[in-house]
């Protein structure tokens, strides 16, 4: 029997002496209940079934209207990738992507869609496919809306660019578009050096944005991240 409190009353009646016949009508008349096979198997979709965190879908990306999706993708995110390869703080950042505030330090559309390609290579989930379940364009959506945003950026020197380009790395290896990659990483170096040296001298103009403790804990990550992906 599939219940254990089944399983007690089948026992208590063999216990009081019933003969077979009456045994057998109990199991006929108190079937077994069908187990469920959904989540027989630990996989990674089933760990996060219910988002880790949730958040909104716009005005971060154009790819996808749907919060709950969106949420899937960056619990899928930070369950799997950025416990062992953190670039960014996860509280600030998704405190920021709640806000909706397209001028925030610690969140972009461009840092947003990085990450959603990220999320697509842990989930299968169908938002993870540009084509319905084709595993040859997962998360191919999302990385050539953040390429786009990339692009319209212009090398802006922010701490959300350098996120996101550590970010884009990670995707151009995961999909396993490395000749792209090799692409990015010279631009990479020459944002980690121009962002160093912008967060130095506005330190020594005395300017808050880059002295708080948020920032510091954000730029921590990153700056790490983008050298360690270069090994």
């Not at 187990?35 to 979709?45: A, C, E, S, Y």
């Not at 990085?114 to 084709?134: K, R, W």
Request: charged share 25%; glycine share 4%; with cysteine.
């Amino acid at each position: 029997m599939g219940d254990s409190k089944s399983n007690e009353a089948l026992l208590q009646i063999i216990r009081s002496g019933a003969t077979t016949d009456e045994i057998i009508q109990y199991v006929n008349d108190n079937p077994p209940r069908a187990k469920r096979t959904r989540r027989n198997m630990l996989d990674i979709v089933s760990l996060i079934d219910q988002p880790l965190v949730r958040v909104p879908a716009q005005p971060w990306t154009d790819v996808v209207q749907d919060d709950e999706a969106v949420s899937h993708l960056v619990s899928a995110y930070f369950a799997w990738n950025h416990s062992t390869y953190p670039i960014l703080d996860r509280d600030t950042f998704t405190r920021e992507m709640k806000s909706k505030n397209l001028s925030s330090q610690f969140c972009s559309e461009f840092l947003v869609n990085a990450i959603l390609c990220i999320g697509c290579t842990y989930t299968d989930h169908p938002v993870a496919f540009a084509e319905h379940s084709d595993n040859s364009t997962r998360g191919l959506h999302f990385f050539k809306e953040a390429m786009r945003l990339w692009e319209c950026s212009e090398g802006e020197v922010t701490l959300t660019n350098l996120q996101g380009l550590v970010a884009m790395l990670c995707c151009t290896f995961a999909l396993g578009k490395d000749r792209i990659g090799l692409l990015y990483t010279p631009q990479l170096i020459a944002l980690r050096r121009d962002l160093i040296m912008k967060v130095r001298k506005n330190r020594k103009l005395g300017s808050r944005d880059y002295a708080n403790q948020d920032f510091k804990r954000a730029y921590a990550l990153a700056v790490w991240g983008s050298f360690n992906i270069e090994v």
